[in-house]
Nanobody
Framework: QVQLVESGGGLVQAGGSLRLSCSASGSTRSISASGWYRQAPGKQRDLVATINRGGTTTYADSVKGRFTISRDNAKNTVYLQMNSLKPEDTAVYYC?????????WGQGTQVTVSS
């Protein structure tokens, strides 16, 4: 089992920055990949960025060049640095971890970008 706790969301003006953190506990050594997803009201949950055990990252086209996913293995924490935020980035952001054939989710953190 893996437990995930997100933090770092909040309200920011367009053009601003936020850094989200996702702290993992439990069977963290079994995690093969981590990622961030987001869900806006009335919309499906979409992939934002992923990072695997080898450090390879992927990004949604809508955030490329603005968001950076990274991790600190010693702290079992994954980060999402979000720069040049836009109102359309407003959503609940969820941390995700894949361990063996299971997926784990955090509780979500709200990010609101005002215009």
């Amino acid at each position: 089992q893996v437990q995930l706790v997100e933090s770092g969301g909040g309200l920011v003006q367009a053009g601003g920055s936020l850094r989200l953190s996702c702290s993992a506990s439990g069977s963290t050594r079994s995690i093969s990949a981590s990622g961030w997803y987001r869900q806006a009201p009335g919309k499906q949950r979409d992939l934002v960025a992923t990072i695997n055990r080898g450090g390879t990252t992927t990004y949604a086209d809508s955030v490329k060049g603005r968001f950076t996913i990274s991790r600190d293995n010693a702290k079992n924490t994954v980060y999402l640095q979000m720069n040049s935020l836009k109102p359309e980035d407003t959503a609940v952001y969820y941390c995700n971890a894949v361990a063996w054939f299971d997926q784990y989710w955090g509780q979500g953190t709200q990010v609101t970008v005002s215009s």
